[in-house]
């Protein structure tokens, strides 16, 4: 069996929330119909759900933002998808700007694990809701390069991070062992009893659970069985 380490990016590798507000923020700054005066810990509260950007515009519209729990059943409009190509120019605009990752800085995790990004990229990849030209350009910025990442083109194009699993064969029975990293309970549940690790990283945006581990914890997984796996092919 392979071993793969699969790591969600923001609130893991990045804390990312701060730029997401910026985006948003940008997207609808002086613009009729958007609500101006967000503050960030109702943004966060809402980015606690969402899993694509369409879902800022009903937090955003003038209309009035509507409960972060109703919104996974709230199906996408002409003017969700006009948001999200909103909030996308918006984020382009900005990383225009070559300090733009400094808004988002690393966690300690992604310190730990950036020797071994460098030593065993093919053993990393990135899934994750967010565009894939953003984190790579921040990856980048602080010098990780050749990591495979799915965003959010690939999880709207296959309907969700399991999906995106199921089509890089992560979850045949017996082909892979998969160590997948998030720090959203929801984004692990549909991964419970289809990989080996489903590992809740407990330093994220939500809130912890009994059996969430440190980032020291999930490094020393990792850097484990990455010495494992090194050991066999030798
Ligand atoms: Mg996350």
Known sequence: MEIKFVLDFDGVLFNSAFEAYTVA??????????RQDIPYDEFLAFRSVVTDAWQYNRLYTAK??????????????EDDWAFARDFFEARREIMENPDWPKVMPPYDFYFLLKPLFAAYPGRFSILSTRNVASIRQALAFHGTENIEIFGQ??????GSKL???QSQHWLDQGKFLIVYVDDMNSHLEPFEGEIHLPLHADWGYDRGTPGSLSANQIHTIISSLLSLANKDAA
Not at 25 to 34: C, D, I, L, S, Y
Not at 153 to 158: F, K, N, T
């Open 25 to 34: 923020n940008k997207a609808t700054q002086g613009r009729e119909g958007f």
């Open 163 to 165: 999906a995106v699993a």
């Open 64 to 77: 009035g933002a509507i409960p972060p729990a109703a919104l996974p059943d709230v199906a996408p409009n």
């Open 153 to 158: 083109e690939d999880i709207r194009r296959l």
